[in-house]
T-cell receptor, first 115, second 114 residues
Framework: ETGVTQTPRHLVMGMTNKKSLKCEQH?????MYWYKQSAKKPLELMFV???????ENNSVPSRFSPECPNSSHLFLHLHTLQPEDSALYLC??????????????FGPGTRLLVL | QQQVKQSPQSLIVQKGGISIINCAYE??????FPWYQQFPGKGPALLIA?????SEKKEGRFTISFNKSAKQFSLHIMDSQPGDSATYFC?????????????FGKGTLLTVNP
């Protein structure tokens, strides 16, 4: 595997379910990000992890719970979601979270549908 | 408040034509302006980026034009090809450091007809 991978690619869940999204980066990067992509809206930054420490929580509802056990893996735990949470969830990584002008490398995303 | 405004929302161009996508920003502290390209089923990928110390950057058929006084920047795709059909996002950020993050526009869906 190369780059940034995400599983599952598609997920359908009910509002009472609990599920987790997984992201893995094979680039040796130290920063990882979760974004939400909805139609006709800008990519919304949700969480940032630098060297496994959460440095940004962009006012995300508590029904989204991130976890970063190491610099290569990032999870997004989901529980009691709402239909408006249906979107494409993108994971990204970058080399040095404190460097300027960093390129972020994105995974293919998980398409989530909440019924 | 949307910090980076992108237009048009969608664009249809004939093969060989020029595609132009525009972005405007409010925060004068922004000093890095990348463009990302996203194909269906894929995540966005960096296409080209510019810093405000230059007014233009060209990489192959892709050119960024930057107007600091107007707080605007644009992507020009010369000799557009069907393979360029994708969604394009402009973005802006403030250098590096612990507050580094990208602010994205809403995206432009480009369709290049053969």
């Amino acid at each position: 595997e190369t780059g940034v991978t995400q599983t599952p690619r598609h997920l359908v869940m009910g509002m009472t379910n609990k599920k987790s999204l997984k992201c893995e980066q094979h680039l040796g990067h130290n920063a990882m990000y979760w974004y939400k992509q909805s139609a006709k809206k800008p990519l919304e930054l949700m969480f940032v992890y630098n060297f496994k420490e959460q440095t940004e929580n962009n006012s995300v509802p508590s029904r989204f719970s991130p976890e970063c056990p190491n610099s290569s893996h990032l999870f997004l735990h989901l529980h009691t979601l709402q239909p408006e949470d249906s979107a494409l969830y993108l994971c990204a990584s970058s080399q040095d979270p404190l460097a300027a002008y960093e390129t972020q490398y994105f995974g293919p995303g998980t398409r989530l549908l909440v019924l | 408040q949307q910090q980076v405004k992108q237009s048009p929302q969608s664009l249809i161009v004939q093969k060989g034509g020029i595609s132009i996508i525009n972005c405007a920003y409010e925060n004068t502290a922004f000093d890095y302006f990348p463009w990302y390209q996203q194909f269906p089923g894929k995540g966005p990928a960096l296409l080209i980026a510019i810093r405000p110390d230059v007014s233009e950057k060209k990489e192959g058929r892709f050119t960024i034009s930057f107007n600091k006084s107007a707080k605007q920047f644009s992507l020009h795709i010369m000799d557009s090809q069907p393979g360029d059909s994708a969604t394009y996002f402009c973005a802006a950020s403030i250098g590096g450091g612990s507050n580094y993050k990208l602010t994205f526009g809403k995206g432009t869906l480009l369709t290049v007809n053969p």
